[in-house]
């Protein structure tokens, strides 16, 4: 079983900054592409930013420019570096890890999702 841990929220001022981490953990052999996505008050789960194995990275328009996604492959690991934050940020922050293999000779490929960690940003 694989399971992703989140860290680092909580309540920041707009203009300021946070650091998400998310630890993904238990029988991996690879993990295609890692990512975050939020939820606000409301409305839909929608896409932040998002990291393959090779290194491609996907913004979502609102982040551009604010927002820097990384990540560790040998410590299956992904990291969103949050700058310049905004109210409208304020949401539900949930790593997603897509195209988990458990092992070589598995070819079946999971999709796995954070409990989410609260991101706040006060005016």
């Known amino acids: 079983q694989v399971q992703l841990v989140e860290s680092g929220g909580g309540l920041v001022q707009a203009g300021g900054s946070l650091r998400l981490s998310c630890a993904a953990s238990?029988?991996?052999?690879?993990?295609?592409?890692m990512g975050w996505y939020r939820q606000a008050p409301g409305k839909q789960r929608e896409l932040v930013a998002v990291i393959t194995s090779g290194g491609i990275t996907n913004y979502a328009d609102s982040v551009k420019g604010r927002f820097t996604i990384s990540r560790e492959i040998a410590k299956n690991t992904v990291s969103l570096q949050m700058n310049s934050l905004k109210p409208e940020d304020t949401a539900v922050y949930y790593c997603n890890a897509g195209g988990v293999r458990t092992a070589a000779y598995v070819y079946r490929s999971l999709e796995v999702w954070g409990q989410g960690i609260l991101v706040t940003v006060s005016s």
């Open positions: 238990g029988s991996i052999f690879s993990i295609a592409a």
